[in-house]
């Protein structure tokens, strides 16, 4: 900027132009350093982000490594343990099927003594049997026999009784229907009132209860009753 009116006017024109172009050299100067600097701070952060990168991936390697070889460690000792428990439950369960073999076999020799010892009382016990079913045929023969005697002597007996009877008959009908009608006089354990009737010898025919023999007599008329009609 110059000023055309006076001469100080053009030096301090002069004189500020001189100012402005050196600010505007420094300022470019600035900024250049600026610029190298920004450079310089984004190419060091690269830098530095790409370090961080790279150890943060060995130490995921390195991690995922001593994970993996810990698993399969424990794998491999898992995979013994259950090959181990295999083999024992395979052991016991052949011990088991054996077991009950063994036990068979000894039950078995065992049994052999008690089997002839079974065959041995099974025919004493037929030969008990076969005398007792000769003693039982005996014993029925004997008391067919004796049934027979006293057959014998019942038949002689009713023959006898009939025959008394028969004479009984005989005599006067109103003795007959005297003794035929006596009754004797009972009591039950429970209280109630019987009728003992008896036959003309004198022995019990009948036991009648009280109820019974009362009804019975309604039911009869007298002749004196039948007599009236």
């Given amino acids: 900027m110059q000023n055309e009116h006076t001469p100080m006017g053009e030096g ?4 500020v132009d001189a100012v402005v172009e050196k600010a505007q050299e420094i300022g470019s100067a600035v900024a250049e350093k600026a610029s190298q600097v920004g450079q310089a701070a984004a190419e060091k952060a690269a830098s530095v982000a790409t ?17 993996v070889k810990q698993a399969a460690a424990a794998g491999a000792a898992v995979a013994k343990k259950a090959a181990a428990v295999k083999t024992a439950v395979k052991k016991a369960v052949a011990a088991k099927k054996a077991a009950p073999k063994k036990a068979a076999k000894k039950a078995a020799k065992k049994a052999k003594p008690a089997k002839k010892a079974a065959k041995k009382a099974a025919k004493k016990v037929a030969k008990k049997a076969k005398s007792a079913r000769k003693a039982v045929k005996k014993s029925v ?5 004796k049934v ?11 023959k006898k009784g009939a025959k008394k009877k028969t ?7 109103r003795k007959a229907a005297r003794k035929k009608g006596h009754r ?4 039950s354990s429970a209280g109630k009132k019987l ?12 036991i009648q209860t009280y109820k019974r ?4 007599d309604m039911r009869r008329k007298s002749k004196a009753e039948k007599g009236k009609k």
């Fill in 148 to 158: 027979a005697r006293k057959a014998k002597t019942a038949k002689k007996a009713v």
């Fill in 184 to 187: 004797t006089t009972m009591y």
């Fill in 195 to 206: 009728y003992a009737v008896r036959d003309a010898k004198g022995h019990f025919k009948d």
């Fill in 51 to 67: 370090n961080v990168k790279d150890a943060a991936v060995q130490r995921a390697t390195q991690v995922k490594d001593a994970v």
């Fill in 213 to 216: 023999a009362h009804t019975m």
């Fill in 167 to 173: 004479a009984a008959k005989k005599k006067p009908a």
């Fill in 141 to 145: 023969r004997k008391a067919t026999k």
């Fill in 12 to 15: 301090a024109a002069n004189a």
